[in-house]
């Protein structure tokens, strides 16, 4: 573990007991950012569940409390081993109160039928795409990762689609695994800043993942492709997948996030529906 990501995501067994320090340097406006959470709760999902060659095959978050920097105990379980998978859960716990839970289940690659619903966006490769200099709402995190807006709208440009298209990488030029892309696909503005001229918090709520060909990916780059499907009573559900330089799915989530409009915000002409 000798970059930056791997180290502030470490897992350790201390006294019986699985242990992580968060980093405050990879902060969202309201505690730890939740994919940084989510990478380490799957690791310590992965130390009960990961034996031999069970890799994750989904996780599924829910972030109870905003994660404060420092000390969190991870109750990390084993729930069932069977002949092809694995199901495992862990409780984050700071003094003593549970700021997040998550679920997670690891698998083998077996023999089974191949079929792609999905398809990458049409945008220009990384290369093609100018960086952004900064990310709106300017969260610590951001400073870990490059970002290169793929297509329009952009966020904040009032646009007439909640979608959002960006090349993302961390920094450090890590090559992508489970655990970098359980961060990277929340590490995109939401989708439903496309629609609007002002920021405004949209924190994660619960995050379920479903990962797919992460493994032996060289390259550091991932296409993030996310859309809102529908916003109202102060949230919002939104879609979003990870792809390869070579166009294969890495991931695909869906999220629950809160929508923390102030009022003197303005909402666009029909609303946000």
Partial sequence: MSGRFDRD?????AGGVLRAEVDANWSAHLG???????AIALRALAAVAAEGRREPRSIDVHLLEPVRAGAVELDARLERRGQTLSTASVRALQEGATVAVATATFAEAADGLDHAGLVPPDVPGPEGCAPLIEAPGGSEVAQYVEYRPASEPLPLSGGD????S???RLVEDRP??????AFLVDAAVPALLARLTTFVPIPTVE???HFGE???TDSPWVLGAFRTLRAGDGFAV????LWSEDGRLLLAARQLRRVLLPAAVEALPGGLE
């Fill in 9 to 13: 995501t470490r897992v350790v067994a």
């Fill in 32 to 38: 730890a950012h939740g994919g940084y959470v989510t």
């Fill in 161 to 164: 689609r909640a979608e959002i």
């Fill in 166 to 168: 960006v090349w993302m």
């Fill in 176 to 181: 992508v695994d489970a655990f970098s892309a």
């Fill in 207 to 209: 995050l379920t993942a």
């Fill in 214 to 216: 992460a493994a032996g």
């Fill in 238 to 241: 939104e879609d979003g997948e």
